[in-house]
C-alpha cells in the first residue's frame, strides 16, 4: 500500500525526521490560506498522487506569495497528471500540499529497502539526490552507497557516521544526518515499511538536514497490526476493480491486454499468462480466485473480469484441488447466465470432481469452449479473440 508525500512525511516527523511545514488543500482558495499561513516570500505547490515524476509531469510549482499559491493550485488541481508511472491516463489530482520554501545548499538521495537477495534491511544513500535512483544507478552505479543492517541490533551508528561521511556531509552536521538515518530506519521497522525513501533529502544553508520529499510502502501482510496505517489508504487513487477484488478477497492485477484470466493459484496464473503470450494473445489481467472458491466467488470475479471495457475473451483455468471442479463448473454456468457473458470463454479444468465439471459444462447450452491442456486452452482463445 502507498501513502501520500504528506501523509510519509506525518509518519516520519513522528521518529524525529526533519520536514518543512506544510499544509495540504483542495482548493485554490485553500491553497491561499496555506500560503498566508505559512508566511514567507516562496512556497511549493506540489500534486499528491501514488506516483513519481510529479515536477516533470507539471505537478510541482514554485509560487511567489499567496495570489500566486493560489493560481498555481488551480492549474495543478483537477488536472489529470501523467508521469512515467502513471502511464498514458494520468491520475487525477484530488488535493495539492503547499509547503515553505527553503534554502537548499545540498540534495542527497536517502532510503531504506528490503534486500531480497541478503533477506534484510539495507540502507541505500546517493550524494545525487533529487533525481531517480534509477538513473543514477544506470549512470554513476559508483554514486549508490549501500550498507545492510543486521536484524538484531538494527541500524547501528557507526553505520550512519560511515555513510554520512562518505556522503561528504560537513562534520558539525553528521549529527542531525545520524538523527535522519535512525527515524527513517524506525519508522520503516516500526510502520512494516517494504520502502521508507527520502529524495531529495537537502541540507539548508542554515545548517538543517530536511527531508523535502518523502514515499514509504506498506506491507499488506502487516496491516492486521498496523490499523494506523491503513486508515491512510486513499481508495480514489486505486483502480477501482482491484478495490473491488479485495473486498472478495481475490487477488487482482489489471493488465493492458483483452483476454480475461480466472485461475487459482497464483504460480498457475502466472503459467496462464506466460502461456497466453506464447501463442500471440495479451493477458488483460491477473487474478487468482484461490483454493477455496465457491460459486459466489467465482460471480464477483466474473462481474470483475467483465467491468474491464477492454476485454475481449475469457480463459479460466483450473486445478481442482482444494476447489472442486464441479463447484467451479456450476459457479461457471450461474455467472455467465446471469451476466449474459457474450466474449469467447474457454474453460480448462483437471482436479477433484473433473468429469462431473464437464457434464455441468457440456449440459448448460451455453457456448463455452473445453480445453484439456493449458496450451490447448491458450491457443483457443487467442483464435477466438482475433477471430
Do not use: W
Not at 212 to 227: C, E, P, V
Not at 229 to 253: C, F, K, M, Q
Not at 277 to 301: C, I, R, S
Amino acid at each position: 500500500m502507498n501513502v501520500h508525500e504528506y501523509q510519509a512525511k506525518e509518519i516520519l516527523k513522528r521518529f524525529g525526521v526533519v520536514v518543512p511545514r506544510g499544509i495540504v488543500a483542495t482548493s485554490p482558495e485553500e491553497a491561499k490560506a496555506a500560503a498566508e499561513a505559512l508566511g514567507g516570500p516562496l512556497c511549493v505547490v506540489k500534486a499528491q498522487i501514488h506516483a513519481g515524476g510529479r515536477g516533470k509531469g507539471g505537478g510541482v510549482k514554485l509560487a511567489r506569495g499567496p495570489q500566486d499559491a493560489a493560481q498555481k493550485a488551480g492549474e495543478i488541481l483537477g488536472k489529470n497528471l501523467v508521469t512515467h508511472q502513471t502511464g498514458p491516463q494520468g491520475r487525477q489530482v484530488r488535493r495539492v500540499l503547499v509547503e515553505q520554501g527553503l534554502n537548499i545548499e545540498r540534495e542527497l538521495y536517502l532510503a531504506m529497502v528490503l534486500d531480497r537477495a541478503q533477506s534484510r534491511v539495507a540502507v541505500i544513500c546517493s550524494s545525487e539526490g533529487g533525481v531517480e535512483i534509477e538513473e543514477v544507478a544506470h549512470r554513476n552505479p559508483q554514486m549508490i552507497l549501500k550498507e545492510t543492517l543486521d536484524p538484531v541490533i538494527g541500524l547501528a551508528g557507526f553505520q550512519c557516521r560511515r555513510l554520512a561521511f562518505a556522503l561528504g556531509v560537513p562534520a558539525p552536521l553528521i549529527g542531525k544526518m545520524v538523527a535522519v538515518m535512525q527515524g527513517l530506519y524506525r519508522a520503516f521497522d516500526e510502520c512494516d515499511a517494504s520502502l521508507a525513501e527520502i529524495n531529495p533529502l537537502v541540507i539548508t544553508r542554515e545548517g538543517e538536514v530536511v527531508a523535502l520529499d518523502a514515499k514509504m510502502n506498506f506491507d499488506s501482510n502487516a496491516f492486521f497490526r498496523q490499523k494506523g496505517i491503513v486508515a491512510l489508504r486513499d481508495l480514489d487513487e486505486e483502480d477501482p476493480r482491484e478495490v473491488e477484488a479485495g473486498n472478495h478477497d481475490l487477488s487482482y492485477i489489471s493488465l493492458d491486454g483483452n483476454i480475461a484470466c480466472m485461475v487459482n493459484g497464483a504460480g498457475l496464473a502466472m503459467a496462464t499468462m506466460d502461456i497466453i503470450k506464447f501463442y500471440g494473445g495479451e493477458p488483460a489481467n491477473f487474478l487468482d480466485v484461490g483454493g477455496g472458491a465457491d460459486k459466489e466467488k467465482v460471480a464477483q470475479a466474473f462481474k470483475i473480469l467483465l467491468a474491464d471495457a477492454q476485454v475481449r475473451g475469457m480463459l479460466i483455468n483450473i486445478f481442482g484441488g482444494i476447489m472442486r471442479c464441479d463447484v467451479l463448473a456450476q459457479g461457471v454456468v450461474d455467472a455467465a447466465r446471469e451476466l449474459r457473458v457474450t466474449v469467447p470463454l474457454v474453460v480448462r479444468m483437471q482436479g477433484t470432481n473433473v468429469d462431473e465439471g464437464k457434464r455441468i459444462l457440456k449440459e448448460s447450452g451455453l457456448a463455452i469452449i473445453s480445453a484439456e491442456t493449458m496450451a490447448e486452452a491458450a491457443e483457443k482463445i487467442v483464435k477466438a479473440v482475433r477471430g
